[in-house]
């Protein structure tokens, strides 16, 4: 990035010149910073018209089922920045598994389509245990039409799920970003500085900061967070939130307002629990999956 630090420097120099003034401060630097971006940002305003008019749909308030904002990065070349997007879920009685809407329509890329994959393989472990997973999901970026690639979204699907699968609505006023493993452990992500205040330009072009507004992201990526000096203000006021986290039963904590509830020694959750629900509703939809087929067979005799 030599390059770019010397283009920044010159046109730090350029302002220091134009104020007449001996040495090149913080503030030429950051004049440097925001004149480039000013240069170089016509999409991002192009996508923040949308969003305000309503021509990309995009709740930032209240709760929704089976509904979350993830967080995806545009980068542009010598310009990068950040945007909430739609992910929807629909869950339903079948046996196709995780239908990755993407995947199907050739949209997306390798390593999201392995980070739907793994989807499976947590929830497989987590609720099958002692019987088969019957039930068809799919997943969809919506308004989305250039591809989507990377597994930054894939905690943000498995909280979706978990949404669609329990009838609990999840937050619209906090975006999500992290990839997941198969255990349920949060992993780090690229991009965090530029989807964390794209998630703040958008609630904040949108009625303005409610104070409940936030981003959540994997703890390992505090160490990368160097925020604009505005949105290091608003989260020292408490009027934007980081929510650091580990494991996807915590994000569910926090998006869901319930507990997510840990399995005892006979590998039940506890009741009124996120797991719960879960469990609950995966078991009707393996009952009504066998009725189904026990009914065929009956008709079939």
């Not at 969003?51 to 709740?59: E, F, H, N, Q, T």
């Not at 992910?87 to 890329?109: C, D, K, L, P």
């Amino acid at each position: 990035r030599f390059g770019q630090i010397k283009d920044l420097l010159i046109e730090a120099d350029y302002w220091a010149r134009k104020d007449d003034a001996p040495l090149v401060q913080d503030h030429h630097v950051q004049q440097a910073v925001n004149q480039k971006i000013y240069r170089l940002n016509l999409v991002e305003e192009r996508l923040q018209e949308m969003i305000s008019d309503g021509s990309l749909l995009l709740d930032v308030t209240g709760e929704k089922v089976g509904q979350i904002n993830g967080l995806a990065v545009y980068d542009l070349g010598d310009f990068s920045f950040g945007r909430p997007t739609r992910i929807t879920v629909q869950t339903f009685a079948g046996r196709e598994g995780f239908i990755n809407i993407e995947r199907e329509a050739s949209m997306s890329g390798r390593t999201h389509d392995k980070g739907v994959l793994i989807l499976s393989g947590y929830l497989g472990a987590k609720f099958g245990r002692d019987r088969p997973l019957t039930l068809s999901a799919s997943i969809c970026f919506e308004q989305s039409y250039d591809g989507v690639d990377g597994d930054s979204a894939s905690s943000t699907e498995l909280y979706a799920i978990a949404s669609s699968l329990s009838g609990l609505p999840l937050r619209q006023d906090i975006a999500v970003t992290g990839s997941v493993n198969q255990k349920g452990e949060i992993q780090p992500i690229g991009g965090v500085n530029q989807k964390v205040e794209g998630m703040f330009d958008v609630c904040r072009a949108a009625s303005g900061l409610t104070g409940t507004q936030g981003v959540v992201i994997p703890h390992q990526n505090v160490k990368n967070l160097m925020l604009r000096d505005d949105v290091v203000e608003a989260i020292r006021d408490g009027k934007f939130h980081v929510y650091a986290v580990k494991t996807i039963d915590e994000g569910l904590e926090i998006l869901t307002g319930t507990a997510a509830g840990e399995a005892d020694a006979a590998g039940e959750f506890p009741e009124g629990t996120v797991n719960y629900l879960i469990a609950k509703r995966l078991g009707e939809l393996n009952d009504s999956m066998r009725g189904y087929f026990q009914g065929l067979l009956s008709n079939g005799s």
